[in-house]
């Protein structure tokens, strides 16, 4: 049985997603490791072309949700990156590493941001 605050944040990301009436959902896997450790993997597509695709690594540390590993990857109907936040450690000399955000030709400093954050921002370049 999974534990209270992984099923809770679980039902929470697909609650939220629910709330967009210009997502098509391609993916929804949630693997459950142990009760205190599971991956979530979702692809979204907006307007049926603009691909979102959201990774997390979950595990429950002193009754808390830590994210070991993240991945958030927007890009366009033509593949084209248009950000990305992620932690791979490959950026050590950003703030706030490892966390950062890739940008079509940039990475900047980022703190990780919450799934709601990254729909709300993708849901924004849609008029």
Do not use: G, W
Not at 96 to 112: G, T, Y
């Amino acid at each position: 049985m999974l534990l209270n605050i992984l099923s809770d944040y679980l039902a929470q990301i697909e609650q939220t997603i629910l709330q967009y009436s210009n997502i098509y959902v391609e993916r929804y896997e949630e693997e459950i490791l142990t009760p205190k450790r599971a991956n979530l993997r979702i692809r979204l597509r907006f307007n049926q072309t603009y691909l979102l695709e959201i990774n997390e690594a979950i595990i429950i540390t002193d009754n808390q949700l830590e994210f070991l590993d993240y991945r958030y990857h927007f890009q366009d109907e033509n593949n084209c990156l248009i950000f990305r936040y992620d932690s791979t450690p490959h950026f050590p000399n950003l703030q706030n590493f490892p966390h950062h955000k890739h940008l079509q030709n940039d990475v900047i400093a980022s703190e990780k941001p919450e799934i709601s954050q990254v729909l709300k921002e993708v849901n924004q370049m849609f008029p």
